[in-house]
């Protein structure tokens, strides 16, 4: 047998001896250059592939968040007018991203802020702690809650910006809780922020229904009515309007975190809707509230429709069919909302609806549906993380290498196609279905700049 990197030798026919052990020279002839890599340990040298995998550290998404002009200035105003508060005490930050709340916590007056995160964003953290002359106050750690191991024994106040969609799908009330349970101090412990209400309203949205759902009725002559079941389970993170709501809102969720089990995460409960006026219901819509209660002055901010926009939004969950209600009427049912599996799972949930009318001797049900809420961004991710298990050898990754050049290859090609085709054709190429996911306010941009270019030449022809 030869080796790479070794001289030919032959091989004695009797008793096999021990190895010899490899030099370091060696292991590194015998490993391939594209596969030895380790994975990237500093957020600089991360790939697209890795950027996929932790998305947190992309600058796209820590930009999004940071511009929730909303929600973060609730937290510097609940920081920086409480330093009583924060003066010399000891701050823990779950999922601190680029550690905008640790170094409020520290221009408040904290003596040792720890800073907690599993993303590659913690490099960008570092520098930004240093440059801003906290790095002898703000301590950071990486790694889960589970593995990390604290320099201290107690801690004074959490903070964490702990809200997800619709207040619990893929929010970090779980960690918080980890948190609470282990390290918080027992007596005069702070939670920041440490309550919220989960609010439901039902909603006319009637276009963006159409845009989203029912378009899949017809796509360009094609029934494609398949791929509307799976539009319609999941919701639409979106801004609604405040016309738009049909009732009154009906709190439906209280969550207090200084006694919230992982229990609480997973609620049913009763409701009722009085209609505010005619109309047809499309869904419902759902909404939170969120308080600092520490605070000597009341301190909260809303994801209300008539309130500030934040990265939140609101989330539609649309019915199958339309249902019409009167003025006055009252719609009763039950709502549900729990994760997927036996564990508290926040990243995969569902929700369950009943919504039933007239009197209870002789109530009718008008609808009952149930939707998944997992958003197209979250789904990649878990399927990138199993093939990474699964591809693990150097042969898996040289095929998937060759199949990326063939489909370069191809689309390629199929672009030099395209230039030669007539312009009748084009059309029929560019109007290519639009994702109903990639919707901001109430249009999708392709849709609305195609128009806009319309306007400007009939307006140029006069």
Not at 282 to 301: A, L, R
Not at 373 to 394: M, Q, T, W, Y
């Amino acid at each position: 047998m030869t080796r790479r990197g070794a001289a030919r030798k032959l091989v004695p026919q009797s008793t096999p001896t021990e190895p010899k052990p490899k030099t370091l020279k060696q292991e590194q002839m015998c490993r391939s250059p594209k596969f030895a890599k380790t994975p990237p340990k500093s957020v600089y040298s991360m790939t697209s592939r890795d950027f996929q995998v932790d998305t947190n550290a992309h600058v796209e998404v820590i930009a999004e968040q940071l511009k929730d002009f909303c929600c973060l200035n609730f937290y510097q105003a609940a920081i920086l007018h409480n330093k009583h508060l924060f003066r010399g005490r000891t701050v823990l930050d779950v999922g601190c991203g680029v550690g905008i709340l640790s170094l409020f916590a520290a221009k408040a007056g904290a003596a040792h802020v720890y800073a907690v995160d599993t993303s590659s964003v913690l490099d960008y953290t570092e520098q930004i702690v240093r440059e801003n002359g906290y790095a002898d106050v703000i301590h950071i750690i990486k790694g889960t809650l589970e593995q990390i191991q604290l320099p201290v024994a107690e801690v004074d106040i959490i903070i964490c910006n702990w809200l997800g969609y619709s207040m619990l799908f893929q929010s970090a009330c779980d960690l918080v809780i980890y948190a609470r349970d282990k390290w918080l101090k027992k007596e005069n412990g702070i939670i920041l922020p440490d309550v919220a209400k989960l609010f439901m309203a039902a909603v006319e949205d009637t276009k963006n229904k159409n845009e989203r759902v029912e378009w899949w009725n017809d796509v360009y002559g094609v029934n494609m009515k398949c791929v509307r079941e799976f539009a319609l389970s999941e919701p639409s993170f979106q801004l609604v309007q405040p016309q738009q709501l049909l009732s009154t809102q009906f709190g439906v969720k209280y969550l207090n975190m200084y006694t919230a089990t992982k229990k609480d995460l997973n609620f049913r409960c009763k409701y009722m809707l009085e209609m505010r006026r005619s109309g047809h219901v499309d869904g419902i819509v759902t909404f939170f509230h969120v308080f600092f209660t520490k605070s000597h002055t009341p301190m909260s901010f809303r994801t209300d429709p008539c309130e500030m926009r934040t990265h939140w939004m609101q989330s539609v969950f649309y019915l199958d069919r339309p249902v019409y209600v009167n003025s006055g009427e009252l719609c009763y049912g039950g709502i549900e909302m729990c994760s997927v599996g036996r564990n508290c799972d926040l990243n995969n949930m569902e929700l369950g609806f009943e919504m039933y009318s007239g009197e209870p001797a002789q109530f009718q049900l008008e609808a009952e549906m149930r939707w998944q809420l997992k958003p197209h961004a979250a789904i990649p991710n878990d399927k990138i993380k199993e093939k990474n298990k699964e591809n693990g050898s150097g042969h898996n990754q040289q095929k998937e290498e060759a199949e990326k050049t063939e489909l370069l290859q191809t689309k390629s090609a199929s672009s030099k196609e395209s230039v030669k085709t007539d312009k009748e054709e084009k059309p029929t190429r560019t109007k290519s279905p639009v994702s109903p996911t990639i919707v901001i306010g109430d249009y999708a941009y392709p849709c609305v700049a195609g128009k806009k270019c319309k306007k400007l030449k009939h307006s140029k022809k006069g």
